[in-house]
Every structure is written in structure tokens, then in C-alpha cells.
């Protein structure tokens, strides 16, 4: 569908005439450039995510790269899109103030194991969330302040249980300390 879209916009220009033509194709050129240099993960691709800082989180007897979503923007972003995930990496979820929280899997491709800890790093509550465009709600059921999303399965084989502490380490400076609305 979209190949057909890119289509019918060249042969659109093309109509344009012989001066006509070379402004409309440099327009399509620049907004492609601009959607490829698109910051967010790239879709269809293992997960990347260039702007967010990274921690390192020891889970079990593996130490994993978590990817910090400290912002609404972020946190409502999520892992949304991404085909593929290393072994090694996930995301922690910052919440600035301990609250009840829900999740759901909408526009999420890879099955997700996701952990809700307290304001001391316990396990509180964990799901395995299969890929269903957002059908399905997770419910901390209390109140949390992180949450860890890992690949499904990360959970078992980290011999991870609910009430286990997990050591969160002292987030960058750099992370916004006040909340930027509400999540």
C-alpha cells in the first residue's frame, strides 16, 4: 500500500512538467530522509534506542542493559514497534511518585515478561503479555514506582519470584526529576 501511495506521488510530479518535476521530487526526497532519521526505534528492526540512557540492572545472576523511560513521552512509548530484542536488554519504566499503574501491549510486537516493583525494588506482581494491539490490560494492582519489561521468558530463566528485591541503580542526573504529566 505505501509503495503504491510513493507511486502515484511520483507519477503525480511527474505531471508537473519539466520544472515542476525536480522541485517535487527533492520534497519527496527530504521528507523520506527526514522519516529514515526518525530518533525512536527503528520498526521492523532489533531495538534501539539512541536518546535514552542506559542502566545496568543485575537480575538473577545476569547483569541486563535496561533502556530508562523516566518521562511520560517515553514511558507511553514504551517498547512499541520493536521486532526484536537482545537477550541482554529491556526497559525500566520511572514513575516519580509510587501510584497503581496499568500497562497494555497496543501497537507491541514481541511478547514481554513485565515486572511491577515497589519503591525498595520488590517484585510486587509479574505477567507474561503476549502481542494484542492494547485488547489486554495489566494492573499493578498497587502502587509501584518502576516497572521492567524484558523478553518473554527472561522471568523463568532469571529464576526471578515475586517479592525478590532488585537494586535499582542511582538513575543519570540527567533523567527529568519532576513528573511531565500523567502516565
Known amino acids: 500500500m505505501k509503495s503504491n501511495n510513493v507511486l502515484s506521488i511520483c507519477r503525480g510530479a511527474c505531471r ?3 520544472w515542476g518535476t525536480v522541485p517535487a521530487m527533492l520534497a519527496l526526497i527530504v521528507l523520506t530522509v527526514y522519516l529514515a532519521g526518525y530518533a525512536g526505534p527503528v520498526r521492523g528492526g532489533i531495538a534501539r534506542y539512541p536518546k535514552l540512557p542506559i542502566v545496568n540492572v543485575k537480575l538473577g545472576n545476569k547483569t541486563v ?11 507511553d512509548r514504551g517498547l512499541m514497534f520493536i521486532r526484536k530484542m537482545p537477550d541482554d536488554r529491556g526497559m525500566l519504566f520511572v514513575f516519580h511518585h509510587p501510584g497503581p499503574v496499568t500497562f497494555w501491549m497496543k501497537h507491541t510486537l514481541i511478547p514481554l515478561d513485565l515486572l511491577f516493583l515497589n519503591e525498595h525494588g520488590v517484585i510486587v506482581r509479574h505477567y507474561t503479555m503476549q502481542p494484542d494491539n492494547g485488547k489486554k490490560l495489566y494492573p499493578s494492582g498497587q502502587a509501584i514506582r518502576f516497572a521492567i519489561e524484558l523478553n518473554a521468558g527472561a522471568f523463568k530463566q532469571l529464576r526471578l519470584h515475586n517479592a525478590m528485591q532488585i537494586h535499582i541503580p542511582t538513575l543519570p542526573a540527567a533523567l527529568p526529576l519532576k513528573p511531565t504529566g500523567a502516565s
Request: proline share 0%; net charge positive.
Open 16 to 18: 508537473l512538467g519539466r
Open 65 to 75: 542493559k535496561l533502556w530508562v523511560a523516566a518521562c511520560a513521552r517515553t514511558r
